[in-house]
């Protein structure tokens, strides 16, 4: 997420009312998480797994619990509890505004398309030309839709990020700052659900169709022309190139890629990354003809015990 304009770093410490390191004027450009940060980006980090990573990332001020050297040509921002202060800092840019109507003035919305009754488009929306969005979907704010797209009744775009800290005193949930993203031609069933980015945005390619009741997680990318049938899940972050097909009920890990030209059979789970044009089937998802070979092998275990 970038600010919409620069800030110091001295001006980033006053929000969140943290000690610094670094120049007062060091430049400050937005925040994201590690896995899109860029300079001028702030990246928080409250475990040390995660220091030599985050301290390591291309961001350049890093948002820290610990007092640690800093690495040439960055900053720090010292905090006891960098979790919340991230979520300070989106409450700061991107706060929560309140819908006073149904379809926003706020928003953008193209020739020839057609919003349906009982549909909710948020404030600072985007949708392009030629677009149907059918009754009782819910589009949130700052999401953009190309043009051509079609989605069906209860699909909500834009919700928050399923990402939580454990605390004694409950779950806390990490703000969801970012956007979803939507290219032209693509088809969206009834009763999907697309989380926004936490930071960054999630995204949907080119001339993909998506069946009733799938599950996109945040800061998710989804090629180009992929299909995914019903009740397919995807974790947040997640890589999907081009041309990919998901059949149904298919569960799929956050942080995994999935290659393009690949099939997934339904039902499997996928739980690392999968390799260019392959076919995948099972839990753990497993090369397709590797599984079936090893299945006609367990069959044949009743008839082997049998005539030993």
């Not at 929000?15 to 060091?26: C, L, P, R, T, Y």
């Not at 009754?135 to 700052?142: E, G, K, L, P, T």
């Not at 990402?163 to 990490?174: A, I, P, W």
């Not at 996928?270 to 599984?291: D, I, M, N, Q, R």
Request: net charge neutral; glycine share 8%; hydrophobic share 35%.
């Amino acid at each position: 997420m970038k600010f919409p304009q620069q800030h110091t770093l001295q001006q980033i410490a006053t929000i969140i009312d943290a000690e610094f390191v670094g120049d007062s004027a060091f430049p400050v450009l937005g925040m994201n998480e590690i896995h899109v940060v860029n300079a001028g980006d702030i990246v928080f980090v409250d475990h040390p797994k995660y220091y030599d990573k985050a301290l390591k990332s291309a961001a350049t001020i890093i948002l820290i619990n610990k007092k640690v050297d800093c690495p040439k040509g960055k900053a720090l921002l010292i905090s006891d509890d960098p979790f919340r202060d991230f979520n300070k800092l989106t409450d700061y840019f991107k706060p929560f505004q309140k819908a006073t109507q149904s379809i926003s003035d706020s928003s953008s919305i193209g020739e020839n398309t057609t919003i349906q009754p009982t549909a909710f488009v948020g404030n600072n929306v985007t949708i392009g030309n030629n677009c149907v969005i059918h009754a009782n979907v819910s589009i949130y704010d700052h999401s953009v839709i190309g043009d051509n797209v079609i989605i069906h009744s209860n699909t909500v775009i834009g919700a928050p990020a399923f990402y939580y800290k454990n605390r004694s005193t409950g779950f806390d949930q990490l703000k969801s700052g970012g956007r979803v993203v939507i290219e032209k031609n693509v088809d969206i069933g009834a009763s999907c659900t697309i989380d926004r980015g936490v930071s960054g945005d999630t995204f949907i390619g080119e001339g993909s169709k998506l069946d009733n009741q799938v599950h996109i997680g945040h800061d998710t990318v989804l090629g180009k022309k992929c299909l995914i049938a019903s009740q397919a899940g995807i974790a947040g972050c997640v890589i999907i190139e081009d041309e990919v097909t998901i059949w149904g009920q298919v569960g799929i890990r956050s942080d995994v890629r999935i290659r393009k030209n690949v099939e997934i059979f339904a039902q499997s789970g996928v739980s690392k990354s999968l390799k260019e044009g392959e076919k995948y089937f099972g839990t753990p998802a497993t090369e397709a003809k590797k599984w079936f070979r090893e299945a006609a092998s367990i069959r044949q275990i009743p008839r082997l015990l049998k005539n030993k």
